[in-house]
C-alpha cells in the first residue's frame, strides 16, 4: 500500500480553483495541465480539414539497449513559448512554426521518458540503460533552461521512473518505489512513499491538496502535504485495490469526481466479480460514482479459441463533457486477428454516453484524445491498411458531429494542440504538426 497524508476540510468539489493555468500557447505536460484534462481552452486549432505544416521523421537512439529502443522511440512532445521539446536519449528543441531544430542535449546513457515545462525550465525525467544494486534502473531529473539547452543540475530519483506532470508550481514524478514532488529548480518538496515496488504506468492528477496516483492493481487519493523534518506523507486516505491482472491508467480530475481507467494486463478471462474494466468515477471520498463500460467481448479463456483484450486512454474533459478511446484486439490462437477503436462521448456527473464512433482496422493501445475550441480530436486505426501502417485524424463536434479526417503516416502515440496547431507523435519518434490549409 502506499503511504498517504492527513488531509482536513474534504469537500465535494474536486478542482482545485486556484490550480494554475498552462500559459496560452503551451502544453507542458503529457496531458496538459495538473489535473489530466487533455483539454487546451486557449487553442484554435483546425476547424476544416487541415495541411501538414512540418514534420520530424524521427531519431537515432542506436547506443540504447535493445530492449530500450521501442520506448525512446515514442516521442512525447510539450509545448511553451513557440517551442517544441521532444525526449529520446536527451532533449531536442523545435520552432513551433517551421519545426526548425534549434537545440539538441545529449545524455549519455540515459533516456528520456516523459517532460513537463515550468517557470523556463524543461524538467526531462529519465532513466540510466544499467541498472542499480537494487535491480531497478536509475532513474533522474534532469533540468535544462527551455531558451538554451544549457543543463541546470540533475537530481538522483532513485528507481525506475515515469512521466511527470506539473500544475504549475510543482513536477511529480512516479516512480516504481512512490511518487516525489520538485519545485521548478529541482528542490525535492515531498515524497509519496509507497511500500510495495508497484509500477505506475503514468502521470499523477493533482487537485487543491491531494495527488490521484495510479499503478499496476491499485489507484488512491493521497496527501501533498509533507512532513516537516521528512518530507513524507504518512497517513492513509483511501485506495482502490482491482487486482494485478487490472491496470489503471493515468487520471482525470473534474468538478465532479476523478476519472480513472482501468484496462485488463493479462489475456485472460476477467476475474468474477470486483471492479471490472472501463472508466470509473470517484469522488473525494472514494466512493465510486458511476462506472462507464468500454466495448469488450470475452468469447473463451482457451488460447486456441478466439478472445478479446481491451485497452482504454485516460480521458479528455471539457464543460462537462468526457471523452475516452478504447481498442479492442481480438485474438485467435495467442495472434491478434483485428482491431477496432471506439470514441465515447459521456456526461462527467452521470456517466452516462452522449454518443460514440467506432472505427475498424489495426490499432494500437488507445490514443488520449485531446479537445480544444469545442472539438475532441483523436487518432484512430485506418481500416484500409494492415500491420497499423497508418491512421487517421478524426476530429468530431461536442454532439457527435464529425468534422473532418485526414491520414496520419503511422501509429499514433500521443496528441498535444498548442495555438493553431495539432502535434501528432508517432511511433518511430516521428511528430506531424497540422495546421488550417
Not at 536519449?89 to 526548425?100: A, I, S
Amino acid at each position: 500500500m502506499f503511504a498517504l497524508g492527513s488531509l482536513a476540510g474534504c469537500s465535494d468539489t474536486l478542482r482545485d480553483r486556484s490550480l494554475k493555468a498552462p500559459s496560452v500557447n503551451g502544453w507542458p505536460s503529457v496531458h496538459y495541465d495538473g489535473h489530466n484534462t487533455n483539454h487546451n481552452p486557449h487553442a484554435d486549432p483546425p476547424t476544416d480539414e487541415p495541411k501538414v505544416a512540418w514534420r520530424i521523421e524521427g531519431h537515432s537512439w542506436n547506443s540504447a539497449p535493445a530492449k530500450t529502443t521501442y520506448r525512446l522511440s515514442n516521442a512525447t512532445p510539450v509545448i511553451a513559448g513557440g517551442r517544441v521539446y521532444v525526449g529520446g536519449q536527451g532533449v531536442t528543441c523545435y520552432d513551433t512554426r517551421t519545426g526548425e531544430q534549434l537545440w539538441k542535449r545529449e545524455n549519455g546513457n540515459r533516456f528520456v521518458v516523459g517532460l513537463a515545462v515550468l517557470h523556463g525550465q524543461v524538467h526531462a525525467v529519465e532513466r540510466a540503460s544499467g541498472r542499480s544494486t537494487s535491480g531497478d534502473p536509475k532513474g533522474f531529473l534532469s533540468v535544462i533552461d527551455a531558451a538554451t539547452g544549457e543543463h541546470t543540475r540533475t537530481v538522483r530519483c532513485g528507481a525506475r521512473t515515469f512521466a511527470p506532470t506539473t500544475d504549475g508550481d510543482l513536477i511529480v514524478v512516479p516512480t516504481r518505489r512512490g511518487q516525489i514532488g520538485f519545485d521548478s529548480a529541482g528542490n525535492r518538496q515531498w515524497r509519496v512513499a509507497d511500500g510495495t515496488p508497484r509500477i505506475p504506468p503514468g502521470p499523477a492528477a493533482i487537485s487543491d491538496d491531494s495527488v490521484y496516483l495510479s499503478a499496476s492493481g491499485e489507484f488512491g487519493r493521497y496527501s501533498r502535504r509533507s512532513d516537516p523534518i521528512t518530507g513524507t506523507t504518512v497517513d492513509s486516505r483511501w485506495s482502490v485495490d482491482s487486482g494485478l491482472r487490472r491496470r489503471w491508467h493515468p487520471p482525470t480530475v473534474t468538478d465532479e469526481c476523478v476519472l480513472a481507467p482501468l484496462v485488463q494486463l493479462a489475456q485472460d478471462l476477467p476475474e468474477a466479480g470486483g471492479v471490472q474494466e472501463g472508466l470509473h468515477a470517484y469522488g473525494r471520498d472514494g466512493r465510486r460514482r458511476w462506472h462507464l463500460p468500454v466495448p469488450t467481448a470475452w468469447m473463451s479463456g482457451d488460447e486456441s479459441r478466439e478472445q478479446f483484450i481491451c485497452r482504454v486512454s485516460s480521458p479528455a474533459v471539457a464543460d462537462g463533457v468526457g471523452y475516452v478511446t478504447s481498442t479492442r484486439l481480438s485474438l485467435e490462437g495467442g495472434t491478434v486477428t483485428s482491431t477496432d477503436t471506439t470514441l465515447q462521448a459521456f456526461d462527467t456527473t452521470s456517466g452516462d454516453e452522449r454518443w460514440r464512433a467506432t472505427f475498424p482496422g489495426e490499432g494500437s493501445d488507445a490514443v488520449s484524445p485531446v479537445v480544444a475550441d469545442g472539438r475532441v480530436y483523436a487518432v484512430v486505426p485506418d481500416s484500409g491498411t494492415r500491420g497499423g501502417e497508418t491512421s487517421r485524424l478524426v476530429a468530431y463536434g461536442r454532439h457527435g458531429d464529425r468534422s473532418w479526417s485526414v491520414d496520419v503516416p503511422g501509429t499514433g502515440f500521443h496528441l498535444a494542440v498548442s495555438g493553431e496547431t495539432l502535434y501528432v507523435a508517432l511511433r518511430g519518434g516521428r511528430i506531424v504538426a497540422y495546421r488550417s490549409r
